[in-house]
């Protein structure tokens, strides 16, 4: 996302710090690795990013310089009062210049780890290298001993909630699906992987997988004969898949037709295109949470007496946490 706008040589400059956490499982082979150490990373605003950590110790710090802020949002953060509070000062651009902000802290930390994990096979590393990072200390002066902290994240992560309470009535509705062998799609192991990736980037390509195996499988098991085309030949766009054919064969098109169909094309630049095309993190978590709905709806449309699957796919609704 392009946080820079018009104006920038002259915006206002602060300097940006975070803590940080590894995740890994401690290997006691590593003992004796308790120094820091500091790697300078390329930022999508054009600076360096300072990322120093103490792998034996499993945390760091990462620092962000002269990062431009507009006027209104470092007025905004420099008010005397809670910023949470102080809604009639909120600034237009400042959710984006925060999330901009968390994403080139988290990127730099993730691109560090990733070279220690990849490049010295530390294994012990998981796949979300790091805790994120959502708060932040600033300073105008980067030799400031007083950095002030953030105002907090604006907005809760958003999801799609459809949790149901696991008792009786719902143990004797499971089991009439097991009964009759409903299998949850494979897709769903794509699209829960994406809901729980903190990397707006992967997130977004396992949402995108998720809703092309999704549709395929469950015109497959409408109407088995297609398996042979769908599995053997090019696959059609999602417009197609969500349109035309799940009318044809599921009795509808999808609500999310056009928005699964460009998040399918914005998965591609984010594989072929990686450095000129990013996705925020609430962009992500949005994008995700409607390719839920449009799975869960398929299954409401290829088992109408399963009150379960008719259950799951009413669900349109988001909720924050």
């Known amino acids: 996302m392009e946080v820079i706008l018009e104006n920038k040589e002259i915006w206002p400059k602060i300097n940006i710090c ?23 990373v390329p930022t999508y605003y054009g600076n360096m990013a300072d ?29 005397p009062t809670d910023p949470l509070l102080n809604f009639l000062s909120f600034p237009p651009d400042f959710e984006s210049t925060y999330q901009s902000i968390c994403l080139e802290l988290n990127s ?6 990733e070279y220690v994990k990849f490049f010295l096979g530390r294994y012990e590393i998981s796949d979300e290298v790091a805790s994120e990072i959502s708060t932040f200390t600033w300073a105008t002066d980067r030799n400031s001993h007083e950095y002030r902290h953030s105002p907090g994240k604006i907005s809760g992560k958003i999801g799609v909630n459809f949790q149901q309470e696991l ?12 009964n009759e062998n409903i ?96 996705v925020t993190e609430s962009q992500a978590e949005d994008y995700a949470g409607q390719v839920l709905i449009a799975i869960n709806e ?8 399963w009150e379960v699957a008719v259950s799951v796919a009413k669900v349109r609704h988001f909720f924050h946490f």
């Open 18 to 40: 975070a803590e940080f956490e590894i995740n890994f499982r401690h290997n006691p082979d590593h003992a004796n690795e308790v120094d820091w150490y500091r790697l300078d």
């Open 183 to 278: 299998q949850p799609f494979f897709a769903m192991r794509h699209i829960y992987r994406a809901i729980q990736e903190k990397n707006p980037k992967f997130k977004w390509i396992d949402a995108t997988i998720a809703a092309e195996l999704a549709i395929k499988e469950a015109l497959i098991r409408k109407e088995p004969k297609l398996a042979a085309l769908i599995e053997h030949v090019p696959s059609p766009p999602l417009s197609k898949l969500y349109g035309e054919l799940m009318e044809i064969y599921l009795g509808r098109r999808s609500e999310f037709c056009k928005t699964l169909n460009e998040g399918a094309a914005i998965r591609n630049k984010l594989i072929h295109q990686p450095l000129e095309h990013r």
């Open 51 to 79: 990322v120093r950590f103490g792998y034996f110790e499993g945390k760091g710090v990462v620092q962000l310089y002269d990062f431009p802020l507009s006027p209104k949002a470092l007025e905004y953060m420099n008010s």
């Open 298 to 305: 398929l299954y409401g449309l290829l088992y109408p007496d």
């Open 108 to 113: 730099a930390v993730r691109r560090v780890l």
């Open 167 to 178: 008792n009786h009535d719902i143990r004797l509705k499971l089991q009439h699906g097991i």
